[in-house]
């Protein structure tokens, strides 16, 4: 089966750094996503890594480690905006290029002035 | 307007009626997909679709059905919905040019009460 692990919670204060982590189990393994949602709106998506190493999005970065089963999505310079819930997903075995993914119970990031 | 919209937003019934939340979208996308969100459990895969003709079952398919009525459109039916049913449904699609990415384009959900 499927399986991601995340913290559930995570608060950091404005301007700082937070990393949010997210290790996986899987079948077979495609590429690690992250999505963003605020208060229960649209998951909007922020990033993809499907080899090892560091990707950067503006203010936004993601790490995979694929030896590891383990990435984490790290956000710099934070803003009040920035406070939503995270998900990290992986694409199902049998997703291919469907996107069929499995996402993870999601990390509530709460940023304090 | 949004690319990937839903209907109802929300949405008030008994046990035992049926329900159906529909999902349009804009996008031209091939792919479409039904996911449930629970406090707690994330987003779960209940249903997708590559194309018109073909459906396939998810994670948590039990107590559902959907009907693929066009590429742009696809609807989600509770025939006899129970309260565990209650929840955030959401509908997203994917084309294949992003399907290396994990990129999926999500509606803004239809929240489901069941009593």
């Known amino acids: ?113 | 307007d949004a690319d990937v919209t839903q209907t109802p937003r929300n949405r008030i019934t008994k046990t035992g009626k049926r329900i159906m939340l529909e999902c349009s979208q804009t996008k031209g996308h091939d792919r479409m997909y039904w996911y449930r969100q629970d406090p707690g459990l994330g987003l779960r895969l209940i249903y997708y679709s590559f194309d018109v003709k073909d459906i396939n079952k998810g994670e948590i398919s039990d107590g559902y059905s959907v009907s693929r009525q066009a590429q742009a459109k696809f609807s989600l039916s509770l025939e006899s919905a129970i309260p565990n049913q209650t929840a955030l449904y959401f509908c997203a699609t994917s084309h294949p040019g992003t399907g290396g990415t994990g990129e999926l384009f999500f509606g803004e959900g239809s929240r489901l009460t069941v009593l």
């Open chain 1, 1 to 113: 089966g499927q399986s991601l692990e995340q913290p559930s919670e995570v608060t950091a204060v404005e301007g700082a750094i937070v990393q949010i982590n997210c290790t996986y189990q899987t079948s077979g393994f495609y590429g690690l996503s992250w999505y963003q949602q605020h208060d229960g709106g649209a998951p909007t998506f922020l990033s993809y890594n499907g080899l090892d190493g560091l990707e950067e999005t503006g203010r936004f970065s993601s790490f995979l480690s694929r030896s590891d089963s383990y990435g984490y999505l790290l956000l710099q310079e934070l803003q009040m905006k920035d406070s939503a819930s995270y998900f990290c997903a992986v694409r199902d075995r049998g997703g291919g290029a469907t996107n069929k993914l499995i996402f993870g119970t999601g990390t509530l990031l709460a940023v304090q002035p």
